[in-house]
């Protein structure tokens, strides 16, 4: 299993609750259109998808109208530029980083662009939301943008669960694959009091007339 079937799995094992709320999912690297696709088959409500090349966004597009979904946006700009585009919660974000597959591979993701992308899914993301994030390593900049992007998944903190598998061969290049969400937090329940029973206790200002 490919790591991008493992991401799909992941993220239908965690939409498998029904009560989990499928608003807005985003592909956030289009690329070929297989990560929008597998998110509109979800039934989201809307799916947005952000391409920095023309020619992928068309082909992506004539993917989903070909497929009839009618839930799908696409948008020609890059991951970055998510907080201009969205305005509220995020149920779902995909990113499948590197150069698109059978293009420019000098047209890729880069750590800080990816970085700024990532700091705004996680801020937006809904409480019961999950973010995939596949890396490679093995070219040069995958692995600078790989570095970054454990550096920063470090300084996530506590509230959040991140998970981490990485393709069948063992070598310190193959790709990453990273599951993010939010741990559920647990409020302890409020001890309940009982008051003591009330007594009836005599006045001794009071004075019986007779």
Known sequence: MSLTERAHELIRQHF??????????VDATCG????????????FRQVVGFEVQEDAIIQTRMRMDHLGFTNVGLILD?????GRHI??????????????????????????TTLVALKFATDMLSETGIISLICYPGHPQGLQETK????????LGAKW???????????EAAPILYAITRR???TPPVPTRTAPPVT???????????
């Open 32 to 43: 070929n259109g297989k990560d929008t696709e597998f998110l509109a088959r979800l039934d």
């Open 78 to 82: 890059g991951h970055e530029s998510l």
């Open 16 to 25: 498998r609750d029904p009560g989990i709320s499928r608003e807005l999912a």
């Open 200 to 210: 009836e206790q005599s006045d001794p200002d009071s004075q019986t007339t007779t």
């Open 161 to 171: 669960r991140i998970q981490m598998k990485k393709s069948s061969t063992s070598n």
């Open 87 to 112: 305005p509220g919660e995020i149920d779902c974000v995909m990113f499948n980083l590197g150069y698109l597959p059978g293009g420019d591979k000098n047209l890729t993701t880069n750590e800080v």
């Open 184 to 186: 559920k937090s647990i």
């Open 148 to 155: 970054a992007i454990q550096r920063w998944l470090a300084t």
